[in-house]
Structure formats: structure tokens, C-alpha cells
Nanobody, 122 residues
């Protein structure tokens, strides 16, 4: 299994910034994509940003220009730089890792971190 751990959440005023970090361990040789999802209270989990193993990124329209996903020097790490935060960004943020196992490269898996709380006060 792939273990996923996020950190960096906290409480910030509107307009402030936070930087989330995510690290994956275990099966790390065949990661296809890492991304950030969030789930606000009473809301569905939604994709915030994703970066593939070849560096392509995908963002939710609501965060474009404010949030930036990047890959660390270690390919099993990813960051989410969050600027100009808004109260609507308040949610539990989850790191997601899509990967394949070396003994079955055609079968993709998704693993999730425990979540880190981001609260933006108005």
C-alpha cells in the first residue's frame, strides 16, 4: 500500500497564504499523479489541483491564479501553495496519489491522506 500524509493546514485570515505538503511512501516507483482535493462541511469532495508524473497540471476553475501545485525534488512529494485565500476555501484538504504496482502496471490505485484542515476566516 501507499501511505499518504499531508501537513500545513491551519487558520488564516482572508487574503492570507498557506502552503500544504504531501508525501507518499511505500510503493513510490510508479506514481502516475498526485493531487489535492478538498471537502467542505456538507459538500462533496472536489478536485483542487493535480499534477501528473510528466508535470502536467489541472486546476479547479475557482482556484486558478491563487493556488499552485508543484512537485518536490523527491517525486513522491507535492505542495500546494495557497495565496489570497477566501472563506470559501475552508475545507479539509486531502492529498491523493494515483499509482500502479510494478507487478501489474495496468491496474491503477488511488490512495488518500488523512486530511489537513484549512480554515479561512473573514
Amino acid at each position: 500500500q501507499v501511505q499518504v500524509v499531508e501537513s500545513g493546514g491551519g487558520v488564516v485570515q482572508a487574503g492570507g497564504s498557506l502552503r500544504l505538503s504531501c508525501g507518499a511512501s511505500g510503493t513510490t516507483f510508479n506514481i502516475k499523479a498526485m493531487g489535492w482535493y478538498r471537502q467542505g462541511t456538507g459538500k462533496q469532495r472536489e478536485l483542487v489541483a493535480q499534477i501528473t508524473s510528466d508535470g502536467n497540471t489541472d486546476y479547479a476553475e475557482s482556484v486558478k491564479g491563487r493556488l499552485t501545485i508543484s512537485r518536490g525534488n523527491a517525486k513522491n512529494t507535492v505542495y500546494l501553495q495557497m495565496n489570497d485565500l477566501k472563506p470559501e476555501d475552508t475545507a479539509v484538504y486531502y492529498c491523493n496519489v494515483r499509482s500502479v504496482r510494478p507487478w501489474n502496471l495496468g491496474d491503477e490505485y488511488s490512495d488518500w491522506g488523512q486530511g489537513t484542515q484549512v480554515t479561512v476566516s473573514s
